[in-house]
C-alpha cells in the first residue's frame, strides 16, 4: 500500500469500492428523477442535471465523513461532517433557485428546483450506503411527479373543456 500512497492513492475510512458503488447507486437514482423531469416539455433540468446534482451531493457527503474520521484518527475532538452536508444543502438550494423565475404572475420552475433538491438528497442518502431508502424515495419522487402531472393535466383539460393539450398548469413547474 506504500506505493500506492506515494502515487496519490490515499486510504479510506470506507473501502474504494464501497464509494464507488455508493457514487454509481446517486448517478442512477439521479438519473431515475432527471429522466421523468426531462420527459416534461419546457422543464428547465433534466437527465443530465439531476445525475450530476445527485453524483455532486453523494461526493461532498463521502467526502465529509472521510474528512471526519480522518480528524478523529488525527486526535480531534470535535470534528462536525453535517457541516459539509449543510453546506450541499445550501449549494443545491442555490440551483433550484435559479431555475425558478417568474414571469406576468405566473412561477415556473418550482418544481425543477425541487426535483433538484431531492436528488441531492438522494445523493447524500446513497452515500451515507441507506440503498433501500435511497431508492425509495427515488421511486416516490417518480410516481408524484408523473402521477401528478398526467392528474393535473386532466383536471385541468376537464375544466377548460379542450383535449389537454398545450393546458399543462404553469405554476407546477
Not at 429522466?35 to 422543464?43: Q, T, V
Request: hydrophobic share 50%; charged share 10%; aromatic share 8%.
Amino acid at each position: 500500500m506504500d506505493f500506492l500512497t506515494t502515487i496519490g492513492f490515499e486510504p479510506t475510512h470506507t473501502p474504494q469500492h464501497i464509494i464507488l458503488i455508493r457514487l454509481l447507486i446517486a448517478a442512477i437514482l439521479g438519473a431515475v428523477i432527471g429522466w421523468e423531469r426531462g420527459a416534461e416539455a419546457g422543464a428547465a433540468a433534466g437527465l443530465r442535471t439531476h445525475i450530476l446534482i445527485a453524483l455532486a451531493a453523494a461526493l461532498f457527503t463521502t467526502l465529509a465523513f472521510e474528512i471526519y474520521h480522518e480528524a478523529l484518527e488525527g486526535g480531534s475532538t470535535n470534528p462536525d461532517p453535517i457541516r459539509a452536508i449543510e453546506a450541499v444543502t445550501a449549494g443545491i438550494a442555490f440551483l433550484g433557485a435559479g431555475a425558478i423565475f417568474q414571469q406576468r404572475g405566473s412561477i415556473q420552475g418550482l418544481t425543477t428546483g425541487a426535483g433538484m433538491w431531492l436528488a441531492g438528497a438522494v445523493g447524500v442518502t446513497a452515500a451515507l450506503g441507506y440503498y433501500l431508502t435511497a431508492l425509495a424515495v427515488a421511486v416516490f419522487a417518480v410516481i408524484v411527479l408523473a402521477a401528478l402531472r398526467a392528474f393535473s393535466h386532466q383536471v385541468v383539460s376537464a375544466g377548460s373543456g379542450e383535449t389537454g393539450k398545450g393546458t399543462e398548469p404553469r405554476n407546477d413547474r
